[in-house]
């Protein structure tokens, strides 16, 4: 009566019979953890320091570097690796390309890391400039999520601009758990962006962000329609430079463009393009 | 002077004066690391290769889901045992039906998995439809916040109509500080459910979902009255099949019910009922 | 053509460059992982048994503490000395005064432990009282993320208020993380404080919050002005006793005051005082 | 000039000419650490409780049991594999009978376990009665390494009569290491043996021992050829029942039998057959 | 055909019937991966810094010594309670004295640690001393395995005074396995002792061993008898001061006494008395 | 009563008095744990795949080496650091020249290991070609301690001559305690040896071993004299080509010389030298 075996067959039949998001039969898609870690090594050489628990000096810097750029060249090449076969043919499967090819974005995004590194410390830059409370850049590179959430998604927009599917979506969605900031890795957004507390921030797939712009917890940048065969068209605002978006605002739609240096008040919703310069705000009670 | 031993000392005198909270003393609650172990284990035997670091093949399935099934079977009875004698009298603990009661509740949610594929499958196809940017099924289950928040909410759900407490709620919470989806495991959702981005919703404990709902981030689905006498009462809104309730809409109140195929626009507060195919939004900058 | 040295020279070279955010070279600041272990150390010393995998009886919970409050001193001093040496001059540095003024905030944050555990006693009560859907304390202390982040935030306050940069906030962003609950350090809060599902919440440094204050998920308690040089002066709301604020109200100002016992309905906007008594609503679609 | 490129060049053409030990090429061998891992598994289900550092109840038992001969029959049947397919052909190689054959022989072993628990009894109670130091079976059980090396033997041994290779000779020389006693799988040991201190303990492939024989410390059951080409012949003696072997003797030769019930002294040189209840002993200062 | 339950039945059906090795009924035996744990931290407040992989100072030094202590009262005599429960009746198993009891052997221990100390520090300079191949006390405390088996002895030989079975057997044969110096814990060794090498080297229960003794490799103190009601008697050798014991010696029987300031050579074969001063040689090749 | 504050100070009177043996002071010591897991990197190097629990292909084995060659050399060159330092004086101490010294043995180290691989291999080769049982290199590699014992001596040896105290001490009690052979790190052993079952071989400091040469379990190849002021010279045998020496026998002194070819029966005791071709048994019973 305890017997447990009846049960494994009937979950076994199960999933025989709903293909397609058993992962163990045809072929194998990225590993959600092996992401993640290598995630971590990527950081790790964006901000030596930022994670690990050991103290770095310049004698031993240049073999912990060395020993990160490995690791992360040979893992993050295995779970793209996956993605990549995961959308081409079987010819190509069977090719020896698709390792060279996926190994070619890994390199080419390590050097991509000497800019990815200027881009995040204009980021930290932006937050110590916009938040009276922040005392130091290590203290904003340290604990502010909108800076971690930016770094992130630089990693997976420049994964994403090459083409490679599954694996940056992973990353966003990392950070998004820890930082309650959605930024699809498609999203384009420029140097010293700001994003204060953060929790409940959306930016979608199609947005064009400029420079110093600043956003609060709680805005949206999204679609106006979710129909599947707009998949292919701007679907998100874009947003010029020196643009602040205070907390709670919503600003929808792939034509909409909110000009260079406005004020977006918060809890406001806006579905079309903004003049620069502009001020919108929500009457107060 | 540095002695730590009457500062030990104190701390234990502070253990002893405010009983209740103190988890040292008469009864064991179920543990949130344990909970949170066996709901990964879940997880893995519903969605086999979602969270796993190596490869599954057909040869080894058999014996992975052997494995799994034994060790859910064990450490979730365990915990469950925590909860229900904690809620029992002494007389009910002493006896030996607790582990037996406790184990069938476990082996009733074992029987259940096929029938949560069947859902999960559903809400994925529900993400991938609703969403233009999504482009898998795999990329669905893989990096979805919204598919895994339901996963767990219906492994929750299940115990929760076993009259378990705690441990579903240690479920519900682990995956909220997750995905920032907070929904109560006493909430009823039918199939094809899709929550996007998600940060911010609130689904209580008295709703009732239909079919085919769409939800968006910051929704919150919650009571008019937090009077404490109302606890048996349904609080919370019934949202009917095929409607869609967008970013930061607020809908409250038990007798509340949005009609089969309304659409509730973002930003809204409804507290009252709403009638089939509606179509409620704010105005619009 | 696979070579990773030169890549490895340019990194270098880029943190050589970038000074001040590369942690390699002349200070250490605080460890992130450890700043969060030993967190989770005093949380288990507050309530004992919340975290932890095993079970706590009498005979051994004297060894378990003494054994948590030394690790605790040597861990947490370690990184407070790096926050405190980071601000502090050089003479300052090479003199030994700096151990044992690290040391001394930790032996009197241990001091300060008993009170902590009194506070969490009070805010758990309050959830208790103020959710239909809560059952017990217990259920409380294990699954709500409100009573979670404000005993982080306790102690991160306490900190803070010893002059300790850094340390405070990465507690902080760690349980905003957990949570989707942001309460910057310097925030004073009352007794009986409730966060109901909290995601969303933004609390900020200059904050003044009463005794026994209801606040719903998307709350802020922000300032309208966030220019620099105002960092000195109290920027963000005071919250009287017995306030209700429901999910989504924005309340921002340091001058602007919520008179005792007010109710702040959901989705408002408020930046001028409110009278005691005072019940502010939205209108209702 | 700190360059570890050209070095890293260099060991992998050394990994290209010395082929062979090269383990990255053609084939898979079996994996140290998994061999090792399912090992105490197989221990644990001999004598449960002995390695675990968790209390066993009887609730429990049989999901603790259930998950650990599924872990035990995926692991070991991969290693098997790997270790099966190294000597068959590349036609066996490409059929699906490698996979299935390898599990059988593990479900065999699995079959075997009571058996081999009874004759890890006899051992035990052998030592018990044999060792005056000894005061109980559990302590025997969990602490002399003459127990644990004839109850890893015994494993290893029946791997090697199906033919395995490589596998068990990981396991009895994990188990050399553990304890000093070297015993290869192909001896064949009778029941109620016991091995006391046994470092330096060293009993040959074709070893045959029958009941009730006590062996110490530094004991040799060697061979007196070492020709390859003898490799087929039995090589090594063979010790009847109820026979004692002192420590540091040494005896040697295929065709030397050791009568009944025969004592063998201490720093012996034996390599001619003996009697039945023969005592050979050396002269003493 | 691949069904595990009832192969999961018939261990079962095992395990029921021999009971006595079967861990997983009526009382709970010393875990051997606890008691071994609690060693390290024991040989770590010896020796502090001799296994561990940080640095540390004079200002952490209290603390981690706290936390050790702490640590090491509370695991070993958890493990000692079950030990002594085992060994004594109902009704001395019911009362609460168990504990306590157990708690002052623990107590008594760490009173002795500075005494410990100072003998494995003899130990040390004994090894300096008598071998040209050691470099310093740090050498020889970092790397031989004679001083560590002997620190371990001092150790368990005290647990073992007390009273306590399996948990001083538990650790001699830990480091058995370690070293390949097996020394029962009834042994009673004086300061100043050094041991070679060590491999093979046997010391029985009841053996006398004076100060400033070295033993090499291979030395057996052992009995001429194993009868079972000897086990009361003294079975093993007497070593008085200075003497020296070289490699494959053996000395066996409870009333041999080697008279102080002896040399032993090399394998010679001992069981009688000698008097002092003596030197006793095997002739030589 | 209970207090362990009083047993703290004590204990930390003991390391102020005990100077010499406690780490916690002027100067740091290499970390055995430290030392022991990059001895698992080279070991991984020389034979890849040997202990690790993935599978290598060649498109990753490039980046696999290159991460361990980093993390070799930053951490072994931490190591034998602390080692230089202890032995120099504080004026060297301070000088950078102690790190670069430190890490060209370390680079000097690496450049070895093709040669270090080339060894091995005909270790295994001549275990493959002495043993009857053994059937493949694969095998010997994978499972015989003799292999592994020789493996690490090569690297400690190299490190040996080039002056670095402790740490090659350190990695040859490491594979003593796995394997029961002790090399110190001083002897010199040519190519092509074999050390079968090995438990209980002592090879001193000053022993030069030619090529060609099997040694079995329990030989000894010592010193006859201890005396501390021969330290410097030549105090253990020379063992030229092509000798085998069986179980047990001993061979002691810095003149003695067994000649070229000759064989060493088990159990023999040696002190002089021994001409080519020499056939040295003891008499047998």
Not at 25 to 30: A, K, L, Q, T
Not at 133 to 159: C, D, K, N, Q, W
Not at 263 to 281: H, L
């Amino acid at each position: 009566m305890r017997s447990l075996d009846t049960r494994i067959d009937r979950i076994l039949e199960s999933y025989s019979n709903l293909g397609g998001i058993n992962l163990a039969d045809s072929h194998n898609f990225p590993n959600r953890a092996s992401v993640i870690a290598v995630l971590t090594d990527i950081e790790n050489v964006i901000f030596p320091g930022i994670r690990e628990d050991f103290v770095l000096d310049t004698d031993t810097l240049r073999f912990v570097t060395g020993e990160r750029l490995h690791r992360i060249v040979r893992n993050l090449t295995n779970e793209v690796l996956k993605a990549i076969k995961y959308i081409c043919t079987k010819e190509q499967r069977d090719g020896t390309g698709c390792y060279k090819y996926s190994e070619q974005i890994i390199l080419a995004l390590i050097d991509e890391i000497p800019e990815l590194r200027r881009l995040s410390c204009t980021d930290a830059n932006a937050a110590l400039e916009g938040d009276p409370a922040a005392r130091s850049t290590e203290e904003v590179i340290l604990s502010y999520p909108g800076v971690e959430a930016l770094m992130v998604h630089r990693v997976a927009h420049f994964l994403h601009t090459k083409g490679v599917p599954i694996v940056p979506r992973i990353m966003s969605e990392y950070v998004h758990g820890r930082t309650g900031i959605d930024i699809h890795p498609g999203a384009t957004i420029g140097e010293e962006c700001f994003i204060d507390h953060g929790t409940g921030v959306v930016i979608g797939e199609t947005c064009v962000i400029g420079r110093h712009v600043k956003i609060y917890q709680g805005v949206t940048l999204g679609a106006l329609s979710v129909k599947k065969d707009y998949a292919d068209r701007k679907r998100h605002p874009t947003i010029e430079d020196n643009v602040t978006i205070y907390a709670g605002a919503t600003i929808l739609g792939g034509k909409t463009v909110i000009g260079e240096g406005s004020i977006i008040g918060g809890n406001t919703w806006i579905t079309a393009s903004v003049a620069p310069k502009s001020k919108i705000y929500n009457c107060v009670v």
